[in-house]
């Protein structure tokens, strides 16, 4: 009788264990998938170190119009801020706005973006300074001057908000739709990293372990837990 509970109980805890795989498995394939900041193209909206989800349900496939109506799915939208895989090395994976849809006519005059001839307001902008710019900058540059071109059809045109530092549309082309895989939801954690320490030895290992619980705490953005990405 003892064996059999025994083994009624451990049947009990391996399919538990097999169950919460798969759910964690499907969770991150279809629903959410975390993704780290690694640099500053999307400053100040986004820094580097912070650790969003990201939403990979909402531009889903919509394949009846009772899945339309029933699930939480929409088009891309200007002002999405997506993750994707870099079209040139789909292995990486980038975060960029979507400035331009498909049919759309695009242009760049001194940095300002025009949408089929129109201004964009964008708020969200950043530019470096003036004053570092005044010897990189060209008529002939991409930051300053670029287009007028028309987005091809299921495809995006996508540009980071730092502006002036951001290896976007503008030098790598248009965003094959199929290559989206989903949009910013949240700020689940913000770090800091700053120099690390390089020291090396038994003494270091020691110490780098006590720096890395303190700086968990002195260099974590607490204001940016949770923030909503727009």
Do not use: C
């Amino acid at each position: 009788m003892a064996n059999t509970f025994r083994k009624s109980t451990i049947r009990e805890y391996f399919e538990s264990i097999v169950i919460a795989v798969i759910l964690a498995l499907f969770v991150r394939t279809w629903v959410v998938q975390a993704f780290k900041i690694p640099t500053g193209s999307m400053e100040n909206n986004l820094l580097i170190g912070d650790h969003l989800l990201v939403n990979k349900f909402v531009f889903g496939p919509e394949l009846s119009g009772f899945e339309r109506a029933m699930l939480p799915m929409r088009d891309i939208k200007r002002g999405d801020i997506v993750v994707f895989k870099f079209p040139d090395e789909p292995e990486r994976d980038f975060i960029k706005r979507v400035i331009g849809l498909p049919g759309e006519t695009i242009e760049l005059r001194n940095k300002k973006v025009f949408v089929n001839g129109v201004g964009l307001e964008e708020s969200y902008v950043h530019f470096l300074e003036a004053s570092h710019m005044a010897a990189e900058v060209t008529s002939f540059d991409v930051r300053e001057r670029y287009g007028p071109v028309t987005v091809p059809p299921g495809q995006y045109f996508v540009m980071g908000d730092n502006r002036d530092n951001s290896q976007d549309s503008r030098y790598w082309g248009f965003l094959p739709r199929h290559y989206v895989k989903g949009k910013a939801l949240v700020i689940y954690w913000s770090y800091d990293a700053g120099i690390e320490s390089a020291e090396t030895g038994a003494g270091a290992t020691i110490k780098q372990l006590f720096s890395t619980v303190t700086h968990f705490f002195t260099r974590t953005r607490w204001e940016r837990l949770l923030h909503q990405i727009h």
